[in-house]
């Protein structure tokens, strides 16, 4: 089992940047592909990048495509997220999230699930 932490959300203007924290318990940490969602107030949790276990691979939604980046650290079994250029839509709740079935978009194909870090990007 895994148990997921978020860290490093706050306040911040748009154009302004974060970088989000997921600290993961168990010493499996490195066989899991880590993702982030988000969900805004009112609207579905979406799918924002994910990475493989190993860091080769990464996939990221089309609407943060070059302003953010996810990365992995399994000696300090942290997962990462750069959001950098952050606009007012990037305001959401961020979840960190595990699966084995390959860095996937789809949010149910995760076993575990963070608590969540609220993102609040003011224009």
């Known amino acids: 089992q895994v148990q997921l932490v978020e860290s490093g959300g706050g306040l911040v203007q748009a154009g302004g940047s974060l970088r989000l924290s997921c600290a993961a318990s168990g010493r499996t940490f490195s066989s899991y592909d880590m993702g982030w969602f988000r969900q805004a107030p009112g609207k579905e949790r979406e799918f924002v990048a994910a990475?493989?276990?190993?860091?080769?691979?990464?996939y990221y939604a089309d609407s943060v495509k070059g302003r953010f980046t996810i990365s992995r650290d399994n000696a300090k079994n942290t997962v990462y997220l750069q959001m950098n250029s952050l606009k007012p839509e990037d305001t959401a709740v961020y979840y960190c999230?595990?699966?084995?079935?390959?860095?996937?978009?789809?949010?149910?194909?995760?076993?575990?699930w963070g608590q969540g870090t609220q993102v609040t990007v003011s224009s």
């Open positions: 999230a595990a699966t084995r079935l390959g860095p996937t978009p789809v949010y149910l194909e995760y076993d575990y």
């Open positions: 990475i493989s276990w190993s860091g080769d691979s990464t």
